[in-house]
């Protein structure tokens, strides 16, 4: 695998061609740090918010003398409430990933780490917070978060194909992308896991064309990348259509596992440009296009 | 076919258990690396694909391993019959003369029947029948191994002697009875004793005869010298069939002069070939080749003899006879000196040394000296006599015809008749052919008596008939008498250029005579022999000095081999045909086998050939099994035969285009050997050309006019043939198409200076061929023609003659660029120009002289410099002029 800082540079290339993503965050992450950019509500912050007539209870402290003065009436000075959402980032790191067929030009454990530094370098340009699913991650943020980041990634144990156990702040995002071929009940366990921290989230399904379609044909002995598994399939061709049965079930089976804990789930082939999976994840990452239109900064 | 290790072949029945074993087992797997392997767990095809190897791929590694065993039992193609008895094999060979010939197909033989011994492990003697190089007698070797007698048999060459049957005999008796005998033989009794030898062959055990039904090989024996030829004579073992044989006639040097077929008439032991040779040629002949046939007996070496003719001259007044004008011999001497060695003196001087000619003036010989001269012409010389008025008045015995008493005279005061002239020569005469000047007239002469021989004795004759030049012959010598005197007195034959011509002919006619030594002279050591091949070496070791007297009655030994002997200035030949019988094809030998040499074809071992095939058949096995495994794509192995195949299918047809390069042509006349002599001709000037000048000509082309097209070739050369007949009317136009558009021929009747004697006929057919062409008015070339500076400046144009007059058009003709359409002349250029493959002139050119081939070469060249850039020399001619007008 390639260096951290030219993977780092590739991912700002492509993340170069979205504006910065900021999360849309329904219930901000508990031990979120104060932000950069304000959540268009009241709350604390720098930024001036508005002007609010006094009501009883309020602090006199926080009268603003100076708007108060232009009139009879006492106003308090609200500020926006400006906070970061914290986005935890994973990558399938197993063996079973850093493969390619001939059909592909790349691996899927690269793609999949490209997808994962472009999205954190959207994120960080959006002023959010990111850190990789792994126990020994720190948060990131800011430009120089990336480049950390990116070498964080490269450090990674390679892991068995599912997420590890890592205690996460509540509310925060989780984005998982991976092959996710494992038993759909481990991957289950562990969706159900974060679901019930709780964090919001999305799943990327990275797939080598080869996995999609299966273009073998003859006698075959399949094996495994790392572990014994194998097989022999006496007539590859013969077996095809049952293969892409158990696939289409295995997505179908995610993308319910997803639904039920309230993940987003996307599918993308690594003969497929990453600007696609890049703008999906964009796509599901971002607020409302209304919700948005209605911040106005 | 047989198998050098049968045993092998046992492996064969492995074979089944090999396609068992290969069928059970499946072809094994691809291999491919899988993520979702987990996925395919369990997934059932719904075919099941058959598990088994392909039949073709079985079958194929089942050939491949037949074919390595089978190879490896050592299969042997053509490896013949088994040896004649049992034991050791006594192989004899003979390597006399008559065996060199077919030498390389005797070894081969012999080979094979080497490696039929070592197969069936039998020990070798092997026996050559002719004495070695150092004399020793022919002797057997003792039986030992196969390899060592190849090494012996490798040393094994011809000898240029005959075979020595008697000795041979001796030698085969000290095998009797041990074992089989083969016999490689030349077919020819090869001198005394050859019963004697069969019986001893036979004797030793079962005999196999390899030889041919008919020996191959012929004797070249001494030429016989007439008039005006030399006849060579070929002997061989006769056959059944008429033969032809080809002698050539070459000089020293190797360069043939002339070629000459002599045909054997069926059953014939002996054939004649004429060699037709003008004098000049005649004294540079080496020696005679049997064409094809490389041994001792197919060269006759030339020496001397064949050339020196001193000539005698005595006059019957030797005070006055060289006075200038008016003395017998004064006109005599002048008309011999160029060409022969005159010697003067008394008669018993001029007898005590050999001389091929006398010649007598007015002289009566009677008494002792008469008798000399009958005894001198009796043993080959050739007296003539010139009359006179003492030979009128005394007419002595040695003369042709006899002569009535008196003299005749023609013309005069007191003569009704006319100063007779000469009538044309007899077809017998040795003068025939030759033209006879009006101005000769004969006032004065002695008369013949008139009988029934004396038609046959005239060789000249008046115009009213009357002898004037009669001859006998006597003993082995001739008489001829001149009824005329050898001065101007009663002729004018003595003052014309037909004289000397006469006198040069009588001269051939003679006997050459040898350097003549005295009988007590040293013996002349060998100079250079022949080997077995026929080829000029240093003597061999054994070869000994030969006393002069006794080289004419010498037999060829390994003391005495064939060659040349003496001192430089004075060799002498000693020829294999020399005291030599006639080859006798030699009597099967009872009870023996017989097989031909050429039927004993060469064994040849498939085992490599067998191993190499099954090596290929398992590397396409390999390659089908990758395949199979999916590690090769079709596609490498689709760019591995599209590499390959451009190297196969890069291999253009040779058909060139005549318009790409400049090349000169030749018309084909059908005879072959002169088509030869205009291909390697124009080859040699195309050479020489394009080594000289800026031209570059390709290898020159043979045209049919009529048939090609003419149009790509800037030169034509067309020699034209005796026998040539009218070009068909086709040919005609399209010759005379090309010569409207510009191009050249140049027409070669190759007789020029020889008389026709190269080329009969050559005048008659160049009236046939030129009949329908359109040949313009013709003048002499001269030096001031364009063509003689074309390139080099020229003031003659030799080809291998010289001295003819070569004619080109007179006119100049401003629509053709003023080059001539047609040259024509008769200097055979074609041969002057043409070399042998080993670079050296193939022809000797006459007179002669390396001068000459290079003024032959220039001509040439001026001659493609002339029709490649037509009158363009010519103008260059007036630039000086134009230069000059310009600066005025």
Redesign the interface.
């Known amino acids: 695998m390639s260096g951290a800082a030219p993977a780092a540079r590739r991912a700002e290339a492509l993340a170069d061609r979205l504006p910065p993503l900021l999360v849309a965050a329904e219930r901000v992450a508990a031990t979120v740090a104060q932000g950069v950019h304000g959540r268009r509500r009241v709350g604390q912050g720098d930024s001036f918010w508005q002007f609010r007539p006094f009501l009883a209870g309020d602090a006199a402290s926080r009268i603003d003398w100076r708007q108060s003065a232009r009139s009879d009436r006492a106003y308090i000075r609200e500020t926006e409430w400006e906070a970061a959402q914290t986005v935890v980032l994973w990558r399938d790191g197993a063996p079973g990933m850093q493969w390619r067929s001939r059909q592909a030009t790349t691996t899927k454990i690269e793609r999949a780490g490209l997808l994962t530094l472009a999205l954190a370098a959207l994120l960080l340009r959006g002023g959010e917070r990111v850190s990789l699913l792994a126990s020994t991650s720190r948060t990131a943020f800011g430009r120089v978060g990336l480049e950390r980041l990116a070498a964080e990634l490269e450090r990674l144990p390679e892991g068995d194909g599912l997420p590890p156990e890592v205690k996460l702040p509540r509310h925060a995002r989780v984005v998982l992308i991976g092959d996710l071929l494992s038993p759909l009940a481990a991957i289950q366990a562990a969706v159900g896991r974060l679901a019930a921290v709780p964090v919001g989230g999305h799943l990327v399904q990275v797939l080598d064309p080869a996995e999609a379609l299966l273009p073998y044909s003859g006698r075959v002995r399949f094996e495994g990348v790392r572990h014994g598994l194998q097989t022999l399939i006496p007539r590859v061709e013969g077996i095809r259509d049952a293969y892409a049965k158990r696939l289409a079930a295995q997505q179908a089976g995610l993308a319910a596992i997803c639904a039920a804990a309230g993940f987003g789930f996307s599918i993308h082939r690594t003969d497929n440009p990453p600007e696609a999976a890049l703008l999906a994840l964009y796509t599901a990452l971002a607020p409302q296009a209304g919700v948005r239109a209605a911040g106005g900064r | 076919m047989i198998f050098a290790a049968p045993w092998v072949l046992l492996a064969l029945p492995v074979l089944p258990l090999l396609w068992w074993l290969l069928r059970v087992t499946?072809?094994s797997?691809?291999?491919?690396?899988?993520?979702?392997?987990?996925?395919?767990?369990?997934?059932?095809?719904?075919?099941?694909?058959p598990?088994r190897t392909p039949w073709w791929l079985l079958l194929l590694r089942m050939i491949a391993a037949g074919l390595v065993i089978v190879g490896l039992a050592r299969p042997v193609l053509d490896a013949g019959g088994s040896l004649p008895g049992s034991g050791p094999l006594l192989l004899v060979v003979d390597d006399g003369w008559a065996a060199a010939v077919d030498w390389s197909r005797r070894m081969t033989a012999a080979e094979a029947a080497l490696a039929r011994a070592e197969r069936e492990g039998r020990r070798v003697g092997l026996l050559a029948t002719a004495p070695d190089e150092t004399a020793a007698a022919p002797a057997a070797t003792p039986a030992m191994p196969v390899s060592e007698a190849r090494t012996r048999l490798a040393a094994l060459r011809p000898k240029p002697w005959p075979v020595d049957r008697v000795a041979a005999a001796a030698a085969a008796r000290e095998w009797a009875g041990r074992g089989g005998v083969l016999y490689l033989a030349d077919g020819t009794t090869g001198g005394s004793g050859w019963d004697d030898f069969a019986t001893a062959l036979a004797a030793v055990g079962p005999v196999e005869v390899v030889r041919d039904a008919v020996a191959p090989a012929r004797l070249l024996l001494a030429p016989r010298a007439e008039a005006d030829r030399l006849v060579a004579r070929v002997a061989q073992v006769p056959r059944g069939l008429p033969a032809e044989a080809t002698v050539l006639a070459q000089t020293g040097d190797g360069r043939t002069l002339a070629r000459a077929l002599a045909s054997f008439a069926p059953n014939a032991a002996e054939a004649e070939a004429p060699i037709v040779l003008p004098p000049e040629l005649r004294n540079r002949l080496g020696r005679l080749v049997l064409e094809g046939q490389s041994s001792a007996g197919a060269v006759v070496l030339l020496d001397e003899r064949w050339r020196r003719r001193p000539v005698g001259l005595l006059a019957g007044e030797p005070t006055t006879a060289s006075t200038p004008l008016t003395g017998e011999l004064y006109y005599l001497q002048r008309a011999l000196a160029p060409t022969a060695e005159i010697r003067q003196g008394t008669l018993a001087q001029l007898l005590a040394r050999e001389l091929s000619v006398l010649i007598l003036t007015d002289y009566v010989a009677d008494g002792p000296d008469a008798d000399a001269l009958a005894k001198w012409v009796e043993h080959g010389g050739l007296l003539v006599r010139f009359a006179g008025p003492r030979l009128a008045e005394h007419p002595d015995t040695l003369l042709p015809v006899k002569l009535m008493a008196g003299d005749r005279q023609l013309g005069g005061a007191m003569s009704w008749s006319q100063p007779a002239g000469l009538a044309a020569f007899a077809a017998n005469s040795p003068f025939a052919g030759l033209t006879v000047p009006d101005e000769v007239k004969v006032t004065q002469q002695v008369l013949a008596e008139p009988g029934a021989h004396l038609t046959d004795a005239t060789w000249a004759r008046l115009a009213d008939g009357t002898p004037l030049v009669t001859q006998a012959p006597r003993g082995a010598g001739r008489i001829v008498l001149f009824h005329v005197t050898a001065n101007a007195d009663w002729s004018d034959l003595p003052l014309s250029g037909l004289f000397v011509t006469i006198l040069r002919r009588l001269v051939d006619l003679s006997v050459g005579v040898a350097t003549d030594e005295a009988a007590d002279s040293p013996p002349l050591a060998p100079a250079e022999t022949l080997d077995g091949f026929g080829q000029l070496a240093s003597p061999p070791p054994a070869a000994a000095a030969i006393p002069v007297r006794e080289l004419a009655d010498a037999v060829v030994s390994p003391r005495h081999p064939p060659g040349l002997y003496g001192p430089e200035n004075g060799r002498r030949a000693l020829n294999l045909s020399n005291r030599m019988p006639l080859p006798v094809a030699a009597p099967a030998i009872p009870g023996a086998r017989e097989a031909p040499i050429g039927g004993v074809a060469p064994e040849r071992a498939l085992a490599p050939w067998l191993i190499a095939l099954a090596l290929a058949l398992l590397v396409i096995d390999l390659l089908v099994s990758l395949r199979l495994r999916?590690l090769l794509r079709a596609a490498t192995i689709a760019l591995a035969l599209f590499v390959i195949a451009p190297a196969v299918w890069a291999q253009e047809p040779q058909e060139p285009n005549p318009a790409l390069a400049t090349r000169l042509a030749y018309i084909v006349t059908g005879d072959a050997q002169a088509d030869e002599v205009s291909r390697s001709g124009l080859a040699g000037l195309s050479e020489y050309v394009n080594q000289r000048t800026a031209a570059n000509l390709a290898a020159p082309a043979a045209v049919v006019p009529g048939q090609d097209d003419l149009s790509f070739y800037p030169l034509l050369y067309w020699p034209i043939t005796g026998d040539a007949g009218t070009p068909p009317g086709a040919a005609v136009a399209a010759l005379n198409a090309y010569m409207d558009n510009g191009g050249i021929i140049l027409i070669d009747t190759g007789d020029g200076g020889s008389g026709e004697g190269f080329n009969p006929g050559a005048d008659a057919a160049l009236e046939r061929v030129t009949h329908g062409l359109t040949v313009p008015p013709l003048a002499p070339l001269t030096s001031a023609h364009v063509l003689a500076h074309a390139f080099y400046l020229l003031q003659d144009f030799p080809g291998r003659f010289t001295g003819d007059t070569v004619w080109v058009q007179r006119d100049q003709d401003r629509s053709n660029d003023s080059v001539s359409p047609v040259i024509i002349g008769s200097h055979d250029w074609a041969a002057a120009w043409a070399v042998e493959a080993s670079g050296r002139p193939a022809y000797a050119v006459i007179p002669g002289g390396d001068r000459q081939r290079t003024l032959a070469y220039r001509f040439g060249v001026n001659l493609v410099m002339y029709a490649l850039t037509g009158n363009y020399k010519g103008d260059q001619v007036h630039v000086p002029a134009l230069l000059e007008r310009l600066g005025q």
Do not use: N, S
Request: charged share 20%; no cysteine.
């Open positions: 499946p072809p797997p691809r291999r491919e690396i899988f993520p979702a392997v987990r996925m395919l767990m369990g997934l059932t095809a719904t075919a099941e694909t598990a999916g």
